[in-house]
DNA sequence: TTACTATATAGTAATGATTCTCATTACTGA
DNA sequence: TCAGTAATGAGAATCATTACTATATAGTAA
């Protein structure tokens, strides 16, 4: 693994970031310090850091991937309405899907994509959704 | 809503299944006994099933979607080298989710997206996984 | 049955995200 | 400095999905 202007410029955009932005985000970003990146060569970077464990890929049904720098047990919600993305911590959650999950079938359990898809504060007028079952 | 031959081949096809297909096994499927069936109405029939809730749409990461006539509540786990999906009923854990995002958040969740990834029993030689945390 | 109208379909083009290819560039260790 | 090789840029290719459009057909009313 060789380093290169890119690599690092892409790393440092990505790390310093908490928008949980796409490929293509990350790309008009880098391409502002950086007239000539590809968007492959961001593609490229993304990947390895992911590999890597540096950043987390996050996978949103029907969206492009989102990449979070935040690398700490936690899962996503999603605001259908705006696009935003809000972290929540939830070591608690992780221990009951592992327990659920794990000891009742034969598999082993490598990784849990968890996305909750809604409405954030701003974007909830009409107040529905499962927390009132 | 009008009835057709083919909606109803469609909707037949993915009813009698549970094999979680994705929307080219369908096709592949209807197509043996209406060659003339396209894609794109494989499509709109299972994205109209869907609306109506009489099938459930399954997001896998980096996967085309699949597609489940089993509608009680379940999630599914994945299997990375065969790429088979098998159910885990578990209202226990839609309970603690709802709990764990609901309660500490502004949000209001129409929907969780939770699919595990790993390895189902018989392709797991190595016995790895979160279970052994 | 027939005519009418709106919906569904087939076939195909278009889209969007991502990956691949390949010629060129530029690190890095000797 | 130089050779070897990994990384890059540009664009083509791929894959799932959606959009478009002319044609066919279902439901309905006369």
């Given at each position: 693994?060789?380093n290169?202007?890119?690599?690092?410029?892409?790393?440092?955009?990505?790390?310093?970031?908490?928008?949980?932005?796409?490929?293509?985000?990350?790309?008009?970003?880098?391409?502002?310090?950086?007239?000539?990146?590809?968007?492959?060569?961001?593609?490229?970077?993304?990947?390895?850091?992911?590999?890597?464990?540096?950043?987390?890929?996050?996978?949103?049904?029907?969206?492009?991937?989102?990449?979070?720098?935040?690398?700490?047990?936690?899962?996503?919600?999603?605001?259908?309405?705006?696009?935003?993305?809000?972290?929540?911590?939830?070591?608690?959650?992780?221990?009951?899907?592992?327990?659920?999950?794990?000891?009742?079938?034969?598999?082993?359990?490598?990784?849990?994509?968890?996305?909750?898809?809604?409405?954030?504060?701003?974007?909830?007028?009409?107040?529905?959704?499962i927390?009132?079952?």
């Amino acid at each position: 693994m060789r380093n290169s202007k890119q690599s690092e410029t892409i790393k440092a955009n990505v790390m310093g970031r908490y928008d949980h932005p796409t490929a293509a985000m990350v790309y008009e970003s880098v391409r502002r310090e950086m007239p000539n990146v590809s968007l492959g060569t961001v593609y490229r970077n993304l990947d390895r850091l992911v590999a890597n464990d540096e950043i987390l890929r996050i996978s949103v049904p029907n969206q492009a991937d989102r990449f979070d720098a935040t690398i700490s047990e936690h899962y996503h919600l999603v605001c259908e309405k705006c696009g935003g993305v809000s972290d929540v911590e939830s070591a608690r959650v992780t221990r009951a899907l592992k327990r659920a999950f794990c000891e009742s079938s034969g598999f082993a359990i490598s990784e849990i994509q968890l996305v909750a898809m809604g409405r954030c504060e701003s974007c909830n007028s009409n107040k529905g959704g499962i927390c009132q079952n």
